[in-house]
């Protein structure tokens, strides 16, 4: 398909976006909107619309305003942005910066370090203030949350999304003077924190949960990924042995079978009605490749005697030949977001393709790219108001949910995939990669849009 028809439908999308942005005390975004006719631009309102509130985490990078700054990044890389989009732009900025020194959540995905994150990508330096507040936040056994997710605890968690590993990733992204005692910190709290295992390390998202998530979101190949990116930015090759643990944990964990690598989405099974196998970033060798990149940028070869780049690509084949994105029955693959489904998996196939250089694996992998922007062309619900999709829930009647805004599971986010993918190939191999916490040592450093 031609690039422009990627690009049309992203910019249509991200309109349709921006028509959803409120404003009280700074910019804000409800995460669904409903489609009964209350799809609407009030984003000049001096208050929001009396049937919407902000959600709690209105700030947040997965659901809130700091996750329209990766959109706003990619836009920048081909096209000066509009008034429209300079205000907003500002906007998140002041939000976030005024609001840092007060934080307490710490994580990427619901605090402090995706504010780092936004204010880096829009406002480069203006992150200090937020980078300080998490250093002086930490504690030996890492950060405290007010995130909800053990009964009465606000004990620290261990993941990707909530927890310390986030954090860690987000320092050494972010670099300054409060980079190193982030990271150090919170990989001597996960190594303090890591479950020995037969074969190596293994983390839950928190210290009492006794089933796993052990992909990428809230496991142990997201905490190895953290542990190898700070290792080798620290020099310490503790934390670089417990990562190469951690993934030494996830092989027999998982099958190698038919040249691929997955691992359980959950263990034991979950309780809840979900795939016992998914493909995606969150739970699925998408996400875990990343584990594989980030050896390979600490300098590990091997894991259990097989090479690190082997086990990446075993990840990249899981996802060729396990059917994504057909919906091929109830429950697989009803998500085309970033973080559950298809944007996300296109994401990481592109990276993986410009870290490879050319040739006919990366060229396998940029046509599987393109059928995850097919596939959202040919989902996406267009109409005057703009381009947005709708997820399903087969658990549910009805089954489509109401089209989500948000950068992990909504509009914002596939737009700033299609925009990539349009521009990817307009550009080609070489074309810039608006790189994020959670993934930039995944392509060459010289193609990262934050490389000093």
């Given at each position: 398909?031609?690039?422009?028809?990627?690009?049309?439908?992203?910019?249509?999308?991200?309109?349709?976006?921006?028509?959803?942005?409120?404003?009280?005390?700074?910019?804000?975004?409800?995460?669904?909107v409903?489609?009964?006719?209350?799809?609407?631009?009030?984003?000049?309102?001096?208050?929001?619309?009396?049937?919407l509130?902000?959600?709690?985490?209105?700030?947040?990078?997965?659901?809130?305003?700091?996750?329209?700054?990766?959109?706003?990044a990619?836009?920048?890389?081909?096209?000066?942005?509009?008034?429209?989009?300079?205000?907003?732009?500002?906007?998140?900025?002041?939000?976030?910066s005024?609001?840092?020194?007060?934080?307490?959540?710490?994580?990427?995905?619901?605090?402090?370090?995706?504010?780092?994150?936004?204010?880096?990508?829009?406002?480069?330096g203006e992150?200090?203030?937020?980078?300080r507040?998490?250093?002086?936040?930490?504690?030996p056994?890492?950060?405290?949350?007010?995130?909800?997710?053990?009964?009465g605890?606000?004990?620290?968690?261990?993941?990707?999304?909530?927890?310390?590993?986030?954090?860690?990733?987000?320092?050494?992204?972010?670099?300054?003077?409060?980079?190193?005692t982030?990271?150090?910190t919170?990989?001597?709290?996960?190594?303090?924190?890591?479950d020995?295992?037969?074969?190596?390390?293994?983390?839950?998202?928190?210290?009492?949960?006794?089933?796993?998530?052990?992909?990428?979101?809230?496991?142990?190949?997201?905490?190895?990924?953290?542990?190898a990116?700070?290792?080798?930015?620290?020099?310490?090759?503790?934390?670089?042995?417990?990562?190469?643990?951690?993934?030494?944990?996830?092989?027999?964990?998982?099958?190698?079978?038919?040249?691929?690598?997955?691992?359980?989405?959950?263990?034991p099974?979950s309780?809840?009605?979900?795939?016992?196998?998914?493909y995606?970033?969150?739970?699925?060798?998408?996400?875990?490749?990343?584990?594989?990149?980030?050896?390979?940028?600490?300098?590990?070869?091997?894991?259990?005697?097989?090479?690190?780049?082997?086990?990446?690509?075993?990840?990249?084949?899981?996802?060729?030949?396990?059917?994504?994105?057909?919906?091929?029955?109830?429950?697989?693959?009803?998500?085309?977001?970033?973080?559950?489904?298809?944007?996300g998996?296109?994401?990481?196939?592109?990276?993986?393709?410009?870290?490879?250089g050319?040739?006919?694996?990366?060229?396998?992998?940029?046509?599987?790219?393109?059928?995850?922007?097919?596939?959202?062309?040919?989902?996406?619900?267009?109409?005057?108001?703009?381009?947005?999709?709708?997820?399903?829930?087969?658990?549910?009647?009805?089954?489509?949910?109401?089209?989500?805004?948000?950068?992990?599971?909504?509009?914002?986010?596939?737009?700033?995939?299609?925009?990539?993918?349009?521009?990817?190939?307009?550009?080609?191999?070489?074309?810039v990669?608006?790189?994020?916490?959670?993934?930039?040592?995944a392509?060459?450093a010289?193609?990262?849009?934050?490389?000093?």
């Amino acid at each position: 398909m031609a690039e422009y028809v990627y690009r049309d439908l992203g910019e249509s999308a991200w309109s349709w976006v921006l028509d959803q942005v409120r404003w009280d005390e700074g910019p804000w975004l409800p995460e669904s909107v409903s489609e009964d006719g209350d799809v609407q631009d009030t984003a000049s309102a001096p208050t929001p619309a009396p049937t919407l509130v902000p959600a709690k985490d209105r700030d947040s990078l997965y659901a809130g305003i700091a996750g329209l700054a990766p959109v706003l990044a990619e836009i920048a890389q081909y096209r000066e942005l509009t008034e429209r989009e300079r205000t907003l732009s500002a906007g998140i900025v002041a939000r976030l910066s005024a609001q840092a020194s007060a934080r307490t959540e710490p994580s990427l995905y619901d605090g402090l370090a995706g504010d780092v994150t936004a204010l880096r990508l829009l406002a480069p330096g203006e992150e200090s203030v937020a980078l300080r507040r998490l250093a002086d936040l930490a504690t030996p056994e890492g950060w405290k949350t007010t995130v909800e997710f053990e009964p009465g605890s606000d004990a620290p968690l261990n993941d990707i999304i909530i927890g310390t590993a986030g954090v860690v990733m987000t320092a050494v992204w972010a670099g300054g003077e409060h980079a190193q005692t982030i990271a150090t910190t919170g990989c001597e709290a996960l190594l303090r924190a890591a479950d020995r295992t037969e074969a190596g390390l293994d983390w839950g998202i928190g210290s009492s949960t006794e089933w796993r998530n052990p992909n990428y979101s809230h496991g142990t190949a997201g905490v190895g990924a953290a542990l190898a990116v700070a290792g080798a930015a620290l020099h310490r090759e503790d934390f670089v042995a417990a990562a190469v643990q951690g993934a030494q944990h996830l092989l027999p964990v998982g099958s190698l079978d038919d040249g691929g690598f997955i691992v359980p989405h959950s263990i034991p099974p979950s309780k809840r009605e979900v795939e016992p196998v998914t493909y995606t970033w969150c739970h699925g060798p998408a996400g875990t490749s990343h584990l594989f990149a980030a050896l390979s940028h600490a300098g590990v070869a091997e894991v259990s005697g097989i090479p690190v780049g082997e086990l990446r690509q075993r990840c990249l084949t899981s996802i060729l030949t396990s059917g994504v994105p057909r919906r091929l029955r109830p429950g697989f693959w009803d998500n085309d977001g970033r973080c559950c489904g298809t944007a996300g998996v296109g994401d990481v196939l592109l990276d993986a393709a410009q870290d490879g250089g050319v040739t006919e694996r990366s060229e396998t992998l940029v046509r599987a790219a393109h059928t995850m922007g097919d596939a959202l062309v040919e989902r996406a619900v267009k109409d005057g108001a703009g381009a947005r999709w709708r997820f399903l829930e087969h658990r549910k009647d009805p089954l489509l949910l109401p089209p989500g805004t948000s950068w992990m599971q909504g509009a914002a986010g596939i737009a700033a995939y299609l925009l990539r993918l349009s521009r990817f190939i307009e550009t080609g191999a070489n074309a810039v990669v608006v790189d994020r916490p959670d993934q930039w040592w995944a392509v060459p450093a010289d193609l990262r849009s934050t490389a000093e």
